[in-house]
């Protein structure tokens, strides 16, 4: 069985977000569009942290 990496459960965790702001934006539920999109901010931000990282220790 394959076992998804940490960055590959972020990226599903960030598309799922997106979708998820489309929805309640389309919905006009501003606040918790807003939330979602925090929560997908930090999924970027934590993709980027670990892309990073990743290219660090491919180069040593």
Known sequence: ?????????????RSMLREL??????ADEKLLTYLIEMA?????DRIEALSQGQA???RF
């Open 21 to 26: 702001a489309r929805r309640t934006d389309a």
């Open 56 to 58: 660090s220790r491919e």
């Open 40 to 44: 997908s901010a930090e999924a970027d």
């Open 1 to 13: 069985m394959d076992i998804p990496s940490k960055l590959e459960n972020l990226s599903f965790a």
